[in-house]
């Protein structure tokens, strides 16, 4: 059975405090992993998807890089506008997306 | 691009009553549609995947008599909570993929139904 776990289930930083979050998945066949970031009251946003160990993606402040047991979404200088609930999936064999529960991330001015 | 619309956002009704919910890709043709119900703290958990044409294909332990789901144009899927009671209160989303070889396209996210059942 495909599974995700992500940590740590909440993160506070300041401004400007970089750091990491981590997600341990288990999966039969890695079709994908998929990171998204979730507001309060709104669907999941897609952020990067990672194929293959060793890939890495960037956007803006953000980056994904994937081993083959976990990925991490490192937040460089972070701002508030960066508070979210990150999510991490991975889709495997049976081409459905398992989820993990989420890191929520609190920037503070 | 990619965008996908979910409306209403949110429902307030009596225990009893048959809710329904629509998805719509904007932009994009959306050959498969996905139905998630999240809880508070908890991860996203797929209920149904729904392909155009076809009947959905519901997870185990989800009541495909309570949720009806109808995909019937490429652009339009519907979930109906039929006879809803308060354990059916929570926050449904949908989702789509843009290709018919859905397997590594990033599904993209309405921004979720809000249910409560009095």
């Known amino acids: 059975e495909d599974q995700v776990t992500q940590s740590p289930e909440a993160l506070r930083l300041q401004e400007g405090e970089s750091s990491s979050l981590n997600c341990s998945y288990t999966v039969s066949g890695l079709r994908g992993l998929f990171w998204y970031r979730q507001d309060p009251g709104k669907g999941p946003e897609f952020l990067f998807t990672?194929?293959?160990a060793g890939e890495e993606k960037e956007k803006e402040r953000l980056k994904a890089t994937l081993t083959k047991k976990e990925s991490f979404l490192h937040i460089t200088a972070p701002k508030p506008e960066d508070s979210a609930t990150y999510l991490c999936a991975v889709k495997g064999g049976s081409e459905k997306l398992v989820f993990g529960k989420g890191t929520k991330l609190t920037v503070n001015p | 691009g990619a965008v996908v619309s979910q409306h209403p956002s949110r429902v307030i009704c009596k225990s009893g009553t048959s809710v329904k919910i629509e998805c719509r890709s904007l932009d994009f043709q959306a050959t498969t549609m996905f139905w998630y119900r999240q809880f508070p703290k908890k991860s996203l958990m797929l209920m149904a995947t729904s392909n155009e044409g076809s009947k959905a294909t519901y997870e185990q332990g989800v009541e495909k008599d309570k949720f009806l789901i109808n995909h019937a144009s490429l652009t339009l899927s519907t979930l109906t909570v039929t006879s809803a009671h308060p354990e059916d209160s929570s926050f449904y989303i949908c989702s789509a993929s843009a290709v018919l070889d859905y397997s590594n396209q990033p599904q993209h996210f309405g921004d979720g139904t809000r249910l409560s059942i009095l």
């Open positions: 990672l194929y293959s």
